[in-house]
């Protein structure tokens, strides 16, 4: 199976602060690699596919990057909706799997 | 509009089997390129994906509970149904259900649209 990290593991950033997630594959995905933003108590919710394509109604402050083994998601201007947990996914190839998680708190 | 909606037993005993159902709209489980994966995520952890079931009927299953998982659909009734048995409290968990978005010419996909999830408590 492949196995995801992230980088950090949690941050705290001010409003309108630029943030950056690292996402690293064990093994090259091409750019097979989604985000998630999960708010407390709420679903996941899709916000990048194929590496740096968003999803319809996803604000352009996110963006993402990357091919191979390593990516990264953006965040311009953070805004207090956008306090939550981001994670990563390979979908390269069954078992599809997640990264643990990154944590961006309110400084 | 399209929408999945997860439902299901709120507490299940050990030893038991948990059935979940995903009841879609908005499109069909015949429809190419469509597909539906369960996810969970137990109290405070990260997302677990589970398992995956195409219009084509192609399944796949996470590997250390693959003996355990079973995922079926009725196109029909516009239903996944994820069966998973003998349940431990590890188990206990909310699962969501999220659409799979097929690709041309590959036999994965990516997760556009997720349920709201249902909470599963496994006590005796």
């Known amino acids: 199976d492949i196995q995801m990290t992230q980088s950090p593991s949690s941050l705290s950033a001010s409003i309108g602060d630029r943030v950056t997630i690292t996402c690293r594959a064990s093994q090259g995905i091409s750019n097979y690699l989604a985000w998630f933003q999960q708010q407390p108590g709420k679903a996941p919710k899709s916000l990048i596919y194929?590496?740096?394509s968003l999803h319809g109604g996803v604000p352009s402050k996110f963006s993402g990057s990357g091919s191979g083994t390593d990516f990264t998601l953006t965040i311009s201007s953070l805004q207090p909706e956008d306090f939550a947990v981001y994670y990563c996914q390979q979908y390269h190839s069954f078992p599809f799997t997640f990264g643990p998680g990154t944590t961006v708190e309110i400084k | 509009q399209v929408s999945l909606k997860e439902s299901g037993p709120v507490l299940v005993k050990p030893t038991e089997t948990l059935t979940l159902t995903c009841t879609v709209s908005g499109f069909s489980l015949s429809d190419v390129r469509m597909g539906v994966s369960w996810i969970r995520q137990p109290p405070g952890k990260a997302l677990e994906w589970l398992a995956n079931i195409f219009w084509s009927d192609a399944k796949s299953y996470n590997t250390p509970l693959k003996s355990r998982l079973a995922i079926s659909k009725d196109t029909a009734k516009s239903q996944v149904v994820l069966t998973l048995t003998n349940v431990d409290p590890v188990d206990t968990a909310t699962y969501y259900c999220a659409r799979t978005r097929g690709l041309y010419g590959d036999p994965v996909g990516y997760f556009d649209l997720w349920g709201r999830g249902t909470p599963v408590t496994v006590s005796s």
């Open positions: 194929g590496a740096s």
